[in-house]
Nanobody, 115 residues
Framework: QVQLVESGGGLVQAGGSLRLSCAIS????????MGWYRQTPGKQRELVAS??????NYADSVKGRFTISRDIAKNTVYLQMNSLKPEDTAVYYC??????????WGQGTQVTVSS
């Protein structure tokens, strides 16, 4: 059974940076197609960034500020978030990239950006 554990969230001022981590266990192939998602209260979960064999993709709202990467040896996916804005405040989750399946959601990691 694939398990995902997100970490690295926190409180940061606008303009600051955070690096999120997603540790994957139970699968050595899931890391080939992974995504970062975020959700705010009352809104649907949205895809922020994904990485597959075809490359990386980003939501327009984070292009140029966020970078998704992966360390295959550590079976971990990262999301480097720079120039954070208050509207980036959300719970961030990792999961399989769209179109490649889905596994149970982890607990997520809270990111709060103060103005």
């Amino acid at each position: 059974q694939v398990q995902l554990v997100e970490s690295g969230g926190g409180l940061v001022q606008a303009g600051g940076s955070l690096r999120l981590s997603c540790a994957i266990s139970g699968s050595e192939v899931a890391i080939n197609s992974m995504g970062w998602y975020r959700q705010t209260p009352g809104k649907q979960r949205e895809l922020v960034a994904s990485v597959t064999r075809g490359g990386t993709n980003y939501a327009d709202s984070v292009k140029g500020r966020f970078t998704i990467s992966r360390d295959i040896a550590k079976n971990t996916v990262y999301l480097q978030m720079n120039s954070l804005k208050p509207e980036d405040t959300a719970v961030y989750y990792c999961n399989i990239a769209p179109g490649y399946g889905r596994v149970s959601w982890g607990q997520g990691t809270q990111v709060t950006v103060s103005s």
